[in-house]
């Protein structure tokens, strides 16, 4: 297994192992098989979740995938089955919820708060802008940023540098949700932010200007791997 597999397969803890997401290499699906979400929310692969803002109907085909860049054997694949245009603030979403115990030492709230950096390998047949968003669940802050697929179905490595939440509240030592990090792939006019946005007061979904609709064609998918925190 190389190093970069094994970097994004395990969960950190402050005793060395650096990578938050759980599952990064997309290696575990205990459930199985292609899984269709129709009701616009549903969990696929191991510890990661298709989820929806307000009631976006939405139909998608969820499955383990061999097609993946060098240094990865699986991907996730999401595979668009209806189209579907989002309105007001309706929003599909790709998310994995990182527990708070798990996050205690980042530090947020203080001004001892540490730079995270995440990273993963992205691959669409849907160029365009897509919304990033990290959100402190259950403290009402968030961080929106954006990245860009630029070339059709080839795979793209992305890196995005999350400033420290130095002013919002610490992450509480338990097993609740902690820190949530969503891909945006269709989002509601009411949720579109001008430009990037550091750590704010905010509890709902949030993407960016130009963000795609991945739901507009059924020939539309969206593969992720190597995903790093």
Known sequence: MSKARQ????????????????NGAMDVHQRGGTITVS?????????????????????VDVSQ???????????????VQATATPSAGENAVLEQHIESQNTTHLN???????????????????????????MHDGKTRN????YTISSADTWEKKTIVINPDTTGAAFDDDNATGLRVVWHLSTG???ILSGNRDWTDD????SVTGQVNLFDSTSNEFYITGVQL
């Open 7 to 22: 970097l994004a397969q395990k969960p950190s803890q402050p005793s060395g192992r650096k990578n938050l997401i759980i």
């Open 65 to 79: 995938s061999t097609t993946a860049p060098t240094d990865f054997v699986n991907s996730l694949k999401i595979d």
């Open 108 to 134: 947020y709230g203080s001004s001892s708060g540490k730079y995270i950096v995440l990273s993963f390998w992205v691959r669409s047949n849907k160029t365009g802008t897509y919304g990033l968003q990290l």
């Open 203 to 206: 509890s709902a979904f949030r």
């Open 143 to 146: 961080f929106v940023n954006s």
């Open 39 to 59: 009701n616009g929310t549903g969990y696929t692969l191991d510890r990661f979740k298709v989820g929806r803002g307000a009631s976006y109907n939405f139909n």
């Open 189 to 191: 006019p009411d949720d």
